[in-house]
T-cell receptor, first 113, second 113 residues
Protein backbone atom coordinates (compact mmCIF):
# COMPACT_ATOMS: atom_id res chain seq x y z
CA UNK A 1 0.00 0.00 0.00
CA UNK A 2 1.54 3.25 -1.14
CA UNK A 3 1.33 5.76 1.68
CA UNK A 4 1.56 9.43 2.37
CA UNK A 5 2.37 10.26 5.99
CA UNK A 6 1.83 13.49 7.88
CA UNK A 7 1.91 14.42 11.54
CA UNK A 8 -1.70 14.90 12.59
CA UNK A 9 -0.94 17.76 14.97
CA UNK A 10 -2.35 20.02 16.11
CA UNK A 11 0.62 22.24 15.32
CA UNK A 12 0.28 25.36 17.43
CA UNK A 13 1.99 28.43 15.94
CA UNK A 14 2.10 31.96 17.35
CA UNK A 15 0.79 34.65 15.04
CA UNK A 16 3.61 36.02 12.88
CA UNK A 17 5.78 32.92 13.27
CA UNK A 18 6.71 30.30 10.66
CA UNK A 19 4.68 27.09 10.47
CA UNK A 20 6.61 24.09 9.16
CA UNK A 21 4.69 21.06 7.89
CA UNK A 22 6.27 17.83 6.74
CA UNK A 23 5.07 14.99 4.54
CA UNK A 24 6.78 11.73 3.56
CA UNK A 25 5.71 9.34 0.83
CA UNK A 26 6.53 5.73 0.10
CA UNK A 27 6.14 5.53 -3.70
CA UNK A 28 9.48 6.40 -5.33
CA UNK A 29 7.61 6.80 -8.64
CA UNK A 30 5.75 9.85 -7.31
CA UNK A 31 6.22 12.79 -9.64
CA UNK A 32 3.89 15.60 -8.59
CA UNK A 33 3.27 16.95 -5.13
CA UNK A 34 0.45 19.12 -3.88
CA UNK A 35 -0.55 20.95 -0.74
CA UNK A 36 -4.23 21.53 -0.07
CA UNK A 37 -5.75 23.60 2.73
CA UNK A 38 -9.02 22.45 4.24
CA UNK A 39 -11.02 24.58 6.63
CA UNK A 40 -13.36 22.75 8.98
CA UNK A 41 -16.51 21.70 7.14
CA UNK A 42 -15.16 22.85 3.77
CA UNK A 43 -13.65 21.11 0.79
CA UNK A 44 -9.88 21.04 0.10
CA UNK A 45 -8.41 24.06 -1.70
CA UNK A 46 -5.18 23.84 -3.71
CA UNK A 47 -2.50 26.22 -2.42
CA UNK A 48 0.77 24.90 -3.89
CA UNK A 49 2.17 22.29 -6.22
CA UNK A 50 5.76 21.30 -6.93
CA UNK A 51 7.34 18.93 -9.42
CA UNK A 52 11.10 19.49 -9.13
CA UNK A 53 13.58 19.15 -6.29
CA UNK A 54 14.20 22.38 -4.43
CA UNK A 55 12.06 25.23 -3.23
CA UNK A 56 9.03 26.92 -4.76
CA UNK A 57 7.69 30.13 -3.28
CA UNK A 58 4.24 31.66 -3.65
CA UNK A 59 3.54 34.60 -1.40
CA UNK A 60 3.84 33.50 2.22
CA UNK A 61 4.01 29.83 1.24
CA UNK A 62 7.13 27.85 0.31
CA UNK A 63 7.06 24.22 -0.78
CA UNK A 64 10.24 22.18 -0.54
CA UNK A 65 10.79 18.86 -2.31
CA UNK A 66 13.52 16.27 -1.79
CA UNK A 67 12.83 13.22 -3.93
CA UNK A 68 15.92 11.34 -2.76
CA UNK A 69 14.67 11.50 0.83
CA UNK A 70 11.04 11.19 -0.26
CA UNK A 71 9.73 14.15 1.62
CA UNK A 72 7.95 17.35 0.81
CA UNK A 73 7.40 20.21 3.20
CA UNK A 74 5.38 23.40 3.41
CA UNK A 75 6.46 26.57 5.18
CA UNK A 76 3.96 29.27 6.04
CA UNK A 77 5.66 32.55 6.89
CA UNK A 78 4.07 35.32 8.97
CA UNK A 79 1.30 32.94 10.07
CA UNK A 80 -2.13 34.51 10.46
CA UNK A 81 -5.20 33.27 12.35
CA UNK A 82 -6.82 32.71 8.94
CA UNK A 83 -4.15 30.06 8.27
CA UNK A 84 -5.71 27.87 10.96
CA UNK A 85 -6.84 24.82 9.00
CA UNK A 86 -5.88 21.26 8.13
CA UNK A 87 -3.17 20.99 5.47
CA UNK A 88 -3.30 17.96 3.24
CA UNK A 89 -0.28 16.64 1.38
CA UNK A 90 -1.03 14.76 -1.85
CA UNK A 91 1.14 12.97 -4.39
CA UNK A 92 0.60 11.49 -7.82
CA UNK A 93 2.71 9.13 -9.87
CA UNK A 94 2.10 10.97 -13.14
CA UNK A 95 3.68 14.16 -14.40
CA UNK A 96 0.38 15.85 -15.20
CA UNK A 97 -2.78 16.59 -13.32
CA UNK A 98 -4.75 13.71 -14.71
CA UNK A 99 -3.34 11.21 -12.26
CA UNK A 100 -5.13 10.21 -9.11
CA UNK A 101 -3.95 11.88 -5.94
CA UNK A 102 -2.90 9.91 -2.87
CA UNK A 103 -3.63 12.06 0.18
CA UNK A 104 -2.17 12.08 3.64
CA UNK A 105 -4.48 12.43 6.63
CA UNK A 106 -3.52 16.06 7.10
CA UNK A 107 -1.84 18.24 9.71
CA UNK A 108 -4.03 20.55 11.75
CA UNK A 109 -2.50 24.00 12.20
CA UNK A 110 -3.72 26.38 14.90
CA UNK A 111 -2.40 29.94 14.78
CA UNK A 112 -2.74 31.65 18.14
CA UNK A 113 -3.03 35.47 18.40
CA UNK B 1 -15.45 30.60 -14.11
CA UNK B 2 -18.09 28.55 -12.30
CA UNK B 3 -16.72 25.95 -9.90
CA UNK B 4 -17.54 22.28 -9.49
CA UNK B 5 -21.20 21.96 -8.53
CA UNK B 6 -22.43 19.20 -6.23
CA UNK B 7 -25.79 18.32 -4.77
CA UNK B 8 -27.22 17.70 -2.31
CA UNK B 9 -25.06 19.35 0.37
CA UNK B 10 -26.32 17.07 3.13
CA UNK B 11 -28.14 13.75 3.20
CA UNK B 12 -29.27 11.57 6.10
CA UNK B 13 -30.50 8.06 5.32
CA UNK B 14 -31.07 4.82 7.15
CA UNK B 15 -28.80 1.86 6.56
CA UNK B 16 -29.82 -0.35 3.64
CA UNK B 17 -31.41 2.62 1.86
CA UNK B 18 -30.08 3.97 -1.41
CA UNK B 19 -28.72 7.44 -2.17
CA UNK B 20 -27.40 9.32 -5.18
CA UNK B 21 -25.07 12.29 -5.49
CA UNK B 22 -24.73 14.57 -8.49
CA UNK B 23 -21.72 16.48 -9.82
CA UNK B 24 -21.26 19.00 -12.62
CA UNK B 25 -17.56 19.72 -13.31
CA UNK B 26 -15.96 22.92 -14.48
CA UNK B 27 -16.76 23.49 -18.15
CA UNK B 28 -14.12 21.95 -20.40
CA UNK B 29 -12.59 19.74 -17.72
CA UNK B 30 -12.33 16.28 -19.22
CA UNK B 31 -11.28 14.49 -16.04
CA UNK B 32 -13.69 13.97 -13.16
CA UNK B 33 -13.03 12.31 -9.83
CA UNK B 34 -15.14 11.11 -6.91
CA UNK B 35 -13.42 11.00 -3.55
CA UNK B 36 -14.64 9.77 -0.17
CA UNK B 37 -13.41 11.59 2.93
CA UNK B 38 -14.12 9.97 6.28
CA UNK B 39 -13.83 12.27 9.31
CA UNK B 40 -10.21 12.68 10.35
CA UNK B 41 -8.81 11.11 7.18
CA UNK B 42 -7.59 12.39 3.86
CA UNK B 43 -9.74 12.00 0.75
CA UNK B 44 -9.63 8.56 -0.91
CA UNK B 45 -10.26 8.15 -4.62
CA UNK B 46 -13.31 6.10 -5.51
CA UNK B 47 -13.43 6.55 -9.28
CA UNK B 48 -11.81 8.61 -12.03
CA UNK B 49 -13.43 9.38 -15.40
CA UNK B 50 -11.74 10.65 -18.53
CA UNK B 51 -14.59 12.11 -20.61
CA UNK B 52 -17.21 9.38 -20.12
CA UNK B 53 -14.79 6.47 -19.75
CA UNK B 54 -13.59 5.02 -16.44
CA UNK B 55 -9.82 5.36 -15.89
CA UNK B 56 -9.57 3.98 -12.36
CA UNK B 57 -12.21 2.40 -10.13
CA UNK B 58 -9.92 0.07 -8.21
CA UNK B 59 -11.06 1.39 -4.80
CA UNK B 60 -14.77 1.58 -5.58
CA UNK B 61 -16.79 -1.00 -3.58
CA UNK B 62 -18.57 -2.26 -6.64
CA UNK B 63 -21.01 -4.46 -4.74
CA UNK B 64 -22.76 -1.33 -3.47
CA UNK B 65 -21.31 1.72 -5.24
CA UNK B 66 -21.84 2.68 -8.86
CA UNK B 67 -21.02 5.76 -10.89
CA UNK B 68 -21.64 7.04 -14.36
CA UNK B 69 -20.74 10.09 -16.37
CA UNK B 70 -23.22 10.78 -19.12
CA UNK B 71 -21.97 12.48 -22.29
CA UNK B 72 -18.66 13.26 -20.57
CA UNK B 73 -20.13 16.06 -18.45
CA UNK B 74 -22.32 15.47 -15.38
CA UNK B 75 -21.72 12.50 -13.12
CA UNK B 76 -23.79 10.57 -10.59
CA UNK B 77 -22.49 8.41 -7.74
CA UNK B 78 -24.92 5.93 -6.19
CA UNK B 79 -24.79 3.81 -3.06
CA UNK B 80 -27.19 0.89 -2.73
CA UNK B 81 -27.59 -0.37 -0.06
CA UNK B 82 -25.86 2.03 2.30
CA UNK B 83 -23.92 0.89 5.36
CA UNK B 84 -23.05 2.80 8.53
CA UNK B 85 -19.41 2.98 7.44
CA UNK B 86 -20.41 4.91 4.31
CA UNK B 87 -20.95 7.99 6.47
CA UNK B 88 -18.49 10.48 4.98
CA UNK B 89 -18.16 13.52 2.77
CA UNK B 90 -18.27 12.67 -0.93
CA UNK B 91 -16.17 15.08 -2.94
CA UNK B 92 -16.27 15.57 -6.67
CA UNK B 93 -13.30 17.17 -8.43
CA UNK B 94 -12.35 18.01 -11.99
CA UNK B 95 -9.12 18.91 -13.70
CA UNK B 96 -7.68 20.46 -16.83
CA UNK B 97 -4.41 18.93 -17.99
CA UNK B 98 -2.18 21.97 -17.58
CA UNK B 99 -3.70 23.33 -14.38
CA UNK B 100 -1.69 21.37 -11.82
CA UNK B 101 -3.88 19.77 -9.20
CA UNK B 102 -7.63 19.85 -9.33
CA UNK B 103 -10.61 21.77 -8.05
CA UNK B 104 -13.01 20.21 -5.57
CA UNK B 105 -16.70 20.85 -5.25
CA UNK B 106 -18.24 21.70 -1.90
CA UNK B 107 -19.02 18.04 -1.22
CA UNK B 108 -22.01 16.06 0.00
CA UNK B 109 -22.04 15.10 3.67
CA UNK B 110 -23.72 11.70 4.04
CA UNK B 111 -24.86 10.38 7.38
CA UNK B 112 -26.09 6.79 7.54
CA UNK B 113 -28.07 5.96 10.70
Amino acid sequence: QKEVEQNSGPLSVPEGAIASLNCTYSDRGSQSFFWYRQYSGKSPELIMFIYSNGDKEDGRFTAQLNKASQYVSLLIRDSQPSDSATYLCAVTATTDSWGKLQFGAGTQVVVTP
Amino acid sequence: EAGVAQSPRYKIIEKRQSVAFWCNPISGHATLYWYQQILGQGPKLLIQFQNNGVVDDSQLPKDRFSAERLKGVDSTLKIQPAKLEDSAVYLCASSLRDAGGYTFGSGTRLTVV
